[in-house]
């Protein structure tokens, strides 16, 4: 305890230095927290655009639905089921069939997808699915703009088969191009009015899937609808997110080996400085042990005192950042479309502790290694100053 | 002056030996995780390249056009003689043919009937080829489930849902349905080798992995593929190499009129991943850049603190007579020293680390066991130009900083009072 | 091939009243009537255009009233002894090379044959037009120098690819010169031309057919009749399976 006491005293005592070498070493403490919460959010973002372009609060799917067989689309659609989740907000449905686009003579295969124009769920620009001429109106994702070289205002002719096999053809008008990180509405898709596709495939009322909105609680399934929540429906991100877990352990290596450097350095310094004190300390009849633990302690207060200090403009600092997020500033930006890309750190109060926790460790080991030399140093020579 | 500076710094070791050891490791901090975040950051376009657009992808243009459907009919021909001449073109790359095509699986009950059959998507690459890279390209004998590599004549390997789903075991036979490159219908028998596992919904769902050679010879696409991917040799991607690469092939071969010569697409330009490229870049950016301030704010506290605690001599060099100025001179002058020889070891050892972590990587496949993924389990940095200057920002720069702001002391401070502080 | 034979084998066409276009139902029925004979034999190739290469088949076909049909194929030489059978909607491929019998699932039917313009569906359809379609005569145009009807067709049925056809029908011969296929809202979607009649027993033939993708680019699919027989004795056993292994 007084040595506890005694290199507090020390520490505060020494004034701006102490106050500097902790400065730094919390800058430490933020830095790896932050380039972890940056390393996390980037992994949770896939997720998130996933959730906001394509699943919302989870799907239900007719029973047969398969995303991966589409030769099986002609079996998967059925009614829309009133009440399948009680939200304010109502449900997406989306009705997916095969067709055929000639854009310039050439021959695409697609998945037409019809949604309601006014969904307000997910971020697909539905709005912008409003035709003048009696065209039915189109919205693209920049992939597949790119792919079938299509633009906006562009017409192509889509050529599908309704509910009996009849081929049917129409002259679409792309309204709308849609730039988006999830290549599963855009890559081979084209989205059209719902209310058009059931009219086209002679499905009224019909859907192959329904996007439920988010929070509104996991749903029930019946007969013809199974619901997919998020672990089912974000399981491969999940995968990859583990699988990467491991690089950022790594980089989590490296700016830990940091933070010793910035200890390090300053409890060399110390000891070197403060040769006469030792020997004063020894003198005074304190044993070397005592007087290694006393420079130890003064060491790891320093983390202590980081941590601190680090928590009071730290936390203000990323939680803003976790909020507000940080603007990823982009050149490239096709079809006019600004990317206003945003990146929001993720901060798990597991991180913020164990790195707390770890680096306190790592301060004290590093400031007891250079304080073993104390016990080395001869007393008399040492009260005199001499350098060894 | 400098020389006796020198002589002056060796002798003392502890003026000399701590600050350049602490510059130089971080500097050499600074230079691997430089190293190190360019090479892991691009780990998802690693894996990308790896399965599907190489870091260049050759193609005909005709194919390159609706290669979303992979229409092999549009195929490369005499990929033989191209093989021969693109290592000497291009001795940077690695280049391997592929054949992506569809079809239907066909599995036969004992009258050789269709007992079952599912739809499959299929990857064509070297795999007899004694030590063909592609086997570790694409991590096949760690995804491996169950059975074994192909080590025979039309053995092939299934994802292990698709076999399951399939009722097959390795050992059983076969039959790949699908159209030959000049459009003929097309049945071939396989025997299962083996059945590999992905990570991933869309792969695990129906793919098939053939040799070339076999399937040369079900789609009837002798001395064809549908791509060659290059590869850079270090390993990872690297923009400004490809670029040059894909400009010199792109002029050599490229044949505006002729929809059929062959075009070489840059990474960027494939599967959308332009953007990732990107945002993967700007992130690099922003986590090395706050790094390098945070190494700069440490070797200038190091830089602070040695020029703190040395008050005392300045104090006593004041008395004997020396100007503020030399005084203040010759410190700056020590810590240039300094900082520019431990900048240069921090680089040397870092730039060895780096080196060592790009050539021979690190495989972390220990802590991603409950992943079961096929990304490489193999990470590796990769070395930039930045990489070889990077650490000398805060190696020079911030310590200098910190002996100049150290140093200011010297002019605010009453010599007997800098003399004082010998005595503490 | 069933389709083919559908669209072009038309005999003993109704004489034409002078100034009154003939009833279309009734041309259809009498299409109908003289397609379906008890069964045939016929030689063919199929030509189909690619981008960078022409490919062509031969292939022998017997089939016995509208849901049977057996195909072998003769050229090249890689699918020598492929054979194909269909009975009613149920289709049947057999590889020497690999000695398996694949059965093509329904849904399969609705690809493309071999890069062709021609789906497997296409190739099947063989139910009898009258049973499928109105008609009605909507004027006269000349087609490769011959005097023809111009046919409407809409269908009746549900179930079905094409809502609407035109058919351009040879006054004097009985047979159409060209087919027209629409989708539903009316796009023109596949086009078929007929040439090169001639007579065989008391029919008129095509020798060739040339089938078009109107939406997409490419030169089509082009078949030539080189040989056709019909009622002539064919066994009931080569509409089996075990015929496909022989």
Request: net charge neutral; with cysteine; aromatic share 10%.
């Amino acid at each position: 305890m007084l040595s506890f006491k005694l290199a507090l005293r020390n520490l505060l005592g020494a004034g701006l230095r102490t106050w500097l070498n902790v400065v730094v070493l919390s800058f430490s403490f933020i830095i790896i927290i932050w380039t972890k919460g940056i390393l996390e959010g980037w992994d949770r973002q896939a997720k998130a655009d996933m959730i906001k372009w394509e699943i919302g609060g989870g799907q239900f799917w007719h029973v047969n639905y398969d995303p991966y067989d589409p030769l099986t689309l002609d079996e998967s659609h059925d009614r829309i089921p009133a009440g399948l989740i009680s939200s304010v907000q109502p449900p997406v449905p989306v009705l997916i069939t095969q067709g055929t686009i000639y854009p310039g003579g050439r021959m695409l295969s697609v998945l037409v997808k019809g949604i309601p124009p006014e969904q307000k769920i997910l971020a697909l620009p539905t709005a912008k699915m409003v035709s003048a001429d009696g065209e039915i109106a189109a919205i693209i994702g920049k992939a597949m703009a790119e792919n079938a070289k299509l633009d906006t205002g562009d017409y192509v002719t889509l050529r599908w088969r309704d509910r009996n096999g009849t081929f049917d053809a129409r002259e679409l008008k792309i309204t709308g191009i849609f730039d988006t990180n999830v290549p599963t509405v855009d890559v081979g898709q084209i989205w059209i009015p719902l209310a058009e596709l059931q009219d086209m495939m002679l499905l009224p009322d019909e859907a192959t899937l329904i996007v439920t909105p988010e929070n509104a609680g996991p749903g029930e399934a019946t007969e013809e609808w199974v619901f997919r929540d998020h672990e089912f429906l974000l399981a491969d991100i999940e995968s990859i997110i583990r699988a990467k877990g491991s690089v950022g352990i790594i980089v989590w290596l490296i700016l830990l080996m940091m933070a010793m450097l910035a200890v390090f350095d300053t409890q060399v310094l110390s000891i070197f400085r403060r040769q006469k004190e030792i020997g004063t300390c020894v003198a005074l009849g304190m044993t070397r042990g005592q007087v290694v633990k006393l420079f130890t302690m003064e060491g790891a207060l320093h983390s202590v005192l980081a941590a601190i200090v680090g928590a009071i403009y730290g936390i203000p600092l990323l939680f803003l950042q976790s909020v507000r997020g940080i603007k990823i500033p982009l050149e490239s930006s096709d079809f006019g479309l600004a990317m206003a890309e945003k990146l929001y750190p993720v901060y798990s109060a597991a991180l913020v502790a164990g790195t707390i926790l770890i680096v306190m460790i790592v301060t004290t080991i590093v400031s007891y290694w250079p304080s073993r030399k104390i016990a080395k140093l001869n007393p008399t020579e040492a009260l005199r100053g001499r350098i060894q | 002056m400098i020389k006796f500076l020198f002589s002056g710094l060796i002798r003392d070791k502890h003026r000399s030996l701590i600050p350049f050891l602490v510059t130089a490791t971080g500097v050499m901090l600074t230079v691997v995780f430089h190293a190190w975040m360019t090479g892991v950051l691009g780990n998802s376009i690693e894996f990308n390249a790896r399965f599907s657009t190489g870091h260049v992808k050759i193609m005909t243009r005709a194919y390159a056009e609706n290669m979303s459907q992979t229409p092999n009919d549009l195929a490369i021909l005499g990929t033989d003689t191209l093989m021969n001449v693109l290592p000497q073109l291009f001795p940077e790359m690695l280049f391997a043919e592929r054949i992506y095509f569809g079809g239907i699986v066909d599995i036969p009950d004992k009258n050789g009937e269709t007992r079952a059959q599912g739809p499959a998507m299929g990857i064509g690459i070297d795999l007899l080829s004694e030590n063909s890279p592609e086997i570790e390209r694409l991590n096949l004998a760690s995804s491996l489930k169950n059975g074994q590599l192909p080590v025979n004549k039309n053995e092939v390997l299934l994802s292990n849902k698709f076999a399951e789903k399939l009722e097959l075991s390795p050992g059983d036979t076969l039959t790949l349905v699908s159209t030959t490159m000049y459009g003929e219908f097309t049945l071939h028998n396989f025997t299962l080798a083996g059945t590999v596992e992905f990570g991933n919904t869309a792969l695990d769902r129906g793919t098939v992995i053939a040799d070339l050679r076999d399937l040369r010879e079900a789609l009837n696409m002798d001395a064809a593929a549908g791509e060659i991917l290059g590869f850079l040799k270090t390993g990872t991607y690297d923009v400004v190499q490809t670029t040059a690469v894909t400009n010199r092939f792109n002029a050599r071969f490229l044949v505006e009129e002729d929809e059929f010569s062959l075009v070489m697409k840059n990474l960027p330009e494939l599967n959308n991943m332009g953007f990732l490229v990107e945002y993967s870049d700007k992130i690099k950016g922003i986590l090395v850049a706050v790094f390098i301030f945070a190494m700069s704010l440490i070797l200038w506290n190091a830089g602070l603190l040695g020029g703190l605690r040395r008050y005392g001599e300045f104090g006593m060099r004041l008395a004997i007579g020396e100007e503020k100025s030399h005084v203040y001179l010759t410190m700056i002058i020590e810590s240039s020293i300094i900082g520019f020889f431990g900048s240069l070891a921090g680089t040397a050892t870092g730039l060895a680390i780096a080196l060592y972590l790009q050539n021979q990587g690190l495989d972390l496949g220990f802590m991603m066991k409950n992943a079961s993924i096929m990304m490489p389990s193999v990470f590796r940095a990769q070395i930039t130009p930045a990489t070889w200057y990077i650490g000398f920002i805060p190696g020079v720069i911030s310590a200098q900083i910190g002996t100049m702001l150290a140093g200011m002391g010297i002019y605010k401070r009453q010599t007997s009072q800098l003399f004082k502080e010998l005595e503490a | 091939m069933k389709k083919l034979l559908l669209v072009f084998i038309i005999t003993g066409f109704t004489p034409l009243l002078f100034g009154q276009y003939p009833d279309g139902k009734d041309i259809l029925r009498k299409i109908d009537d003289n397609m379906i004979s008890e069964n045939r034999y016929y030689e063919s190739s199929m030509i189909i255009h690619g981008r960078r290469t022409s490919l062509t088949f031969k292939l022998k076909t017997w089939t016995a009233g509208d849901t049977k049909s057996f195909t072998e194929y003769l050229f090249p030489v890689r699918e020598k002894g492929t054979k194909m059978l269909k009975l009613d909607d149920q289709l049947w491929i057999y590889s020497p090379s690999a000695d398996r019998i694949i059965q093509i699932a329904g849904h399969m039917l609705r690809q493309s044959v071999m890069g062709s313009d021609l789906s497997y569906e296409d190739l099947m359809e063989d139910s009898k037009l009258s049973e499928q379609y109105n008609a009605k005569v909507s004027g006269e145009e000349v087609v490769d120098g011959r005097k023809c009807w111009i046919v409407d067709l809409t269908a009746f049925v549900p179930e079905i690819a094409y809502h609407r056809k035109k058919l351009w029908v040879d006054q004097e011969r009985n047979i159409p010169l060209q087919e027209e296929l629409f989708a539903k809202s009316g796009t023109l979607l596949k086009r078929t031309r007929l040439s090169e009649i001639r007579r065989i027993n008391e029919r008129w033939y095509p020798g060739k057919i040339l089938f078009k993708d109107m939406l997409k680019d490419g030169q089509g699919t082009e078949l030539v009749i080189d040989e056709i027989r019909f009622n002539i004795e064919v066994p009931d056993h080569i509409f089996s399976k075990a015929s496909l292994k022989k």
